[in-house]
């Protein structure tokens, strides 16, 4: 069955980085363009990043550009997540997720001193 696992979360001071960590299964990782999303406490969850199939093409939400890089391995069916500069309004649960049904389980990001 389809699974997405992200990992790599934890607690940070502001201005530190954490690099997530997706890896997929049970479908063709490589034809997929994949997204990761986050959701903070009380808010909608919002979309973050946007890598395509080859990884050619990225995109990012106004609040994480410039700090936050996406990037894949398709050998090893695995999406990153680097993020740098880390700020508190950056603590949520961050998703991936391979459109459009496929999720992850999440995993919390807190950026805190």
């Known amino acids: 069955q389809v699974q997405l696992v992200e990992s790599g979360g934890g607690v940070v001071q502001p201005g530190g980085s954490l690099r997530l960590s997706c890896v997929a299964s049970g479908f063709t990782f490589n034809r997929y363009t994949m997204y990761w999303y986050r959701q903070a406490p009380g808010k909608e969850r919002e979309w973050v990043a946007t890598i395509t199939s080859s990884g050619g093409s990225t995109n990012y939400a106004d609040p994480v550009k410039g700090r936050f890089t996406i990037s894949r391995d398709n050998a090893k069916n695995t999406v990153f997540l680097q993020m740098n500069s880390l700020k508190p309004e950056d603590t949520a649960l961050y998703y991936c997720?391979?459109?459009?049904?496929?999720w992850g389980q999440g995993i919390q990001v807190t950026v805190s001193s």
């Open positions: 997720n391979a459109p459009p049904d496929y």
